[in-house]
């Protein structure tokens, strides 16, 4: 979907006219900046349903701890967690445009990841947006940036993920895109791709991981809890810390 926008057309020589037309370079241009994206592929229920029954530090090591977005992103409502398909907002920084559109796009069930930058001017989101994205079953934001509102935000009760609170409200202009491959948190997120939240942080799967960590994740399973109750009765043993260090030539 491209926005429809009339422009002004200037000379080639011209970057404004005495008749106060705006200078070429403040002009908004179509394509990259107002894309929207209505289908994507979506992961099956049952796998999401699946990669909830771990919590994310074990799925982050099991990938490698290359796709945990950085930890300055926190839920700053509460503290549900998160195991959803990705919608994908870039935004420009400050601006809400396009998060408003993706309450359209986004499916019931989706978490709504929005990159803004990581701008700590204007919030870009708050308290009513939270209430029309409760009412489209929206299950959760993820904001690379700031939010306001947030008493309202906590009586909704939506899972909101971001850098921090702002009163500074957004602006309404654009450019913004919708279910393309944004950065969240330092983290290359695409539509579709699963995102898991909880006390910890925010870990991205991407789609085409997602069968392979299952089956990762379910074998270990067994072998790491029978690790964890063992360490908590004290038997343990840090051989292995020597066997590294030895290789290493500690002396």
């Given at each position: 979907m491209t926005t429809n926008l009339n422009f002004t057309n200037y000379s080639q020589t011209e970057s404004f006219k005495p008749n106060g037309n705006k200078p070429k370079s403040s002009q908004i241009h179509p394509g990259p900046g107002f894309r929207?994206?209505?289908?994507?592929?979506r992961s099956s229920q049952e796998n999401i349903s699946r990669l909830a029954n771990y919590p994310t530090p074990d799925i982050?090591?099991?990938?490698?701890?290359?796709y945990t977005m950085d930890s300055g992103i926190k839920n700053l409502v509460n503290e549900a967690k998160i195991y959803a398909?990705?919608?994908t907002v870039k935004v420009f920084p400050g601006d809400n445009l396009m998060v408003h559109k993706a309450l359209d796009i986004a499916m019931p069930g989706d978490v709504i990841v929005v990159d803004a930058g990581s701008s700590f001017l204007n919030g870009v989101l708050g308290d009513l947006i939270s209430t029309k994205a409760k009412h489209r079953g929206i299950k959760a934001f993820v904001i690379d940036g700031l939010i306001r509102d947030i008493d309202g935000i906590k009586d909704i009760g939506m899972p909101v993920f971001a850098r921090g609170i702002t009163p500074i409200g957004p602006l309404h202009r654009g450019p913004?895109?919708?279910n393309f491959p944004i950065c969240c948190g330092g983290i290359v997120v695409r539509?579709?791709?699963v995102i898991c939240g909880d006390a910890d942080g925010l870990v991205v799967v991407p789609q085409e991981s997602l069968d392979e960590l299952l089956v990762r994740?379910?074998?270990q399973?067994?072998?790491?809890?029978t690790y964890e109750k063992n360490v908590r009765r004290g038997e343990f043993s840090n051989a292995w810390v020597d066997d590294i260090l030895n290789q290493l030539h500690c002396e």
């Open positions: 929207i994206n209505r289908q994507i592929v982050s090591d099991f990938m490698n701890r290359l398909p990705a919608c913004g895109e919708i539509p579709g791709d994740l379910e074998k399973k067994e072998t790491m809890q």
